[in-house]
């Protein structure tokens, strides 16, 4: 049987406000166990919650970055469920009344791009977190420093077809959260989060199949393997005659399967009503204009001004734009070096190697963008090598020393003189007479191996241009 696969992804996208959404403790990463908290987070008898104007400024910001309706008025509800990590027994989110709804996110996979509808988007406070014993240990803590840190959901259509293209949702959402700055997209850290929400249909039905829930996922790779595990799960239930539970599962990484936690709750089981302690949200046009012009160029804008402006290939775009931070570094470099082709293919290849894509390691490497580019002006200018620039680069990592300086120490400028390296080129023709043979023979491929004795001779240095030439006249 035939099935098409139905995903829509809930995604919780921590913010980086210095203070909680409801008060002023703060919401800095790792501080010690429940030091971060004060009545209010901690859900103590008479506290009232004051809404912090800076998450409804993040919120603002990433519903005009995804194209949404700015609803006018807004407001939060108590959703209520006991668990021991929510000191309160209720979470203040929002339900009927949500701040932001009905945009789209355009994603790219295989080459075509896709929209994918955004339901909501809505501001809520994430719940404590719950620390279980080392081993031997019958006790798990409450630790409630995340308890108040303000949360922003963002709630897809179900028009995810396949978990490759959930994957690239989740990509792209990251990047543009990123780029606003309102999110740091810390996966590992539990910054960004995600419930993805699963079910099968027959090909060719429209009523959408019973649905599960997958909890918490937080790196693209476990999304797309719970979704791949998910898919052949459900299919073999469908294929067995059996019927598909609504149901919450939770991705277990070591054993690569999904268990079940709970049955799913819908959303009277939260019993949801109007928060009495806060005031409905109202926001007007001015409030809304002032938040668009403080958007950022974001991620799509750039990638399309690279390829106009610098005549870059999609793939380049694409590569030098996944954030603010790599791209504002081709920037820097390319203003320098004014070889924009050139300075994408040392970014893309050796120093992205280097820094394993993250941003946090691009922002300490040695190699600065002017750097970089002093070294690509020096190849453009025939100063050194290709093969050794490589060496340069490497030599940057190491020290921090500027090309000009490394080049100059250990005397790595290219040899241009063509009277030296013919001298180079008529001693290796001499020492391999079967080689120069076969190439007169018709053996065109010997001829690599006569350049590499030239290059070998000069230890790298000889133009590589003027090696050919001259060997080539000399053959």
Known sequence: ?????????????????RAKIFCGCSTEFGGPPNGHTCPVCLGMPGVLPVLNREVVNFALKTGLALNCRINPFSRFARKNYFYPDLPKGYQISQYEHPLCEEGFLNIDVDGEQKRIGITRIHMEEDAGKNVHGEPGDPYSYVDLNRTG???????????LRSPREAAAYMRKLRTIVRYLEVCDGNMEQGSLRCDA????????????????????????????????????????????????????????????????????????DYR??????????????????????????????????????????????????????????????????????SVSNWIMGDLLRECKGDDEALAHCPV?????????????????????????????????????????????????????????????????????????????????????QVMKASRGKANPAAVNKLLKEKL
């Open 149 to 159: 840190v303000p949360l922003m959901e963002i709630v897809s259509e179900p028009d």
């Open 368 to 452: 600065k963008p002017e750097m970089l580019a002093g070294m690509i002006r020096m190849i453009e200018q025939g100063t050194i090598s290709g093969k050794i620039a490589k060496t340069v680069f490497g030599e940057m990592l190491k020290t921090g020393k500027t090309p000009e300086v490394i080049v100059q120490e250990k005397n790595l400028v290219q040899v241009t003189d063509e009277g030296a390296i013919a001298g180079l080129v008529d001693r290796v023709i001499g020492d391999h007479p079967e080689q120069v043979a076969q190439y007169r023979d018709g053996k065109e491929k010997v001829f690599g191996f006569l350049v590499g």
């Open 272 to 341: 949801y009503f109007p928060d009495p302690d806060l005031v409905p949200l109202q926001v007007d046009a001015a409030w809304i204009e002032e938040i668009r012009a403080s958007l950022p160029e974001l991620p799509d804008e750039k990638m399309q001004r690279f390829m106009t402006a610098y005549g870059l290939p999609q793939y380049d775009a694409e590569v030098l734009t996944v954030s603010r931070e790599l791209s504002d570094y081709f920037e820097a470099c390319n203003r320098a070096a004014e070889a924009p082709k």
């Open 197 to 268: 929400n699963i079910s099968l249909r027959r090909v060719g039905e429209s009523a959408l199949g019973v649905r599960t829930e997958l909890k918490n996922m937080n790196s693209f790779k476990h999304v797309e393997k719970a979704l791949e595990y998910e898919v052949r799960r459900q299919a073999r239930v469908l294929n067995e005659g059996e019927s598909i539970v609504q149901e919450t599962r939770l991705w277990d990484v070591e054993r690569g399967v999904t268990l079940s936690m709970r049955g799913k709750e819908e959303a009277h």
């Open 1 to 17: 049987m035939a099935y098409e696969t139905i995903i829509g992804l809930e995604v919780h996208a921590q913010l980086k406000t």
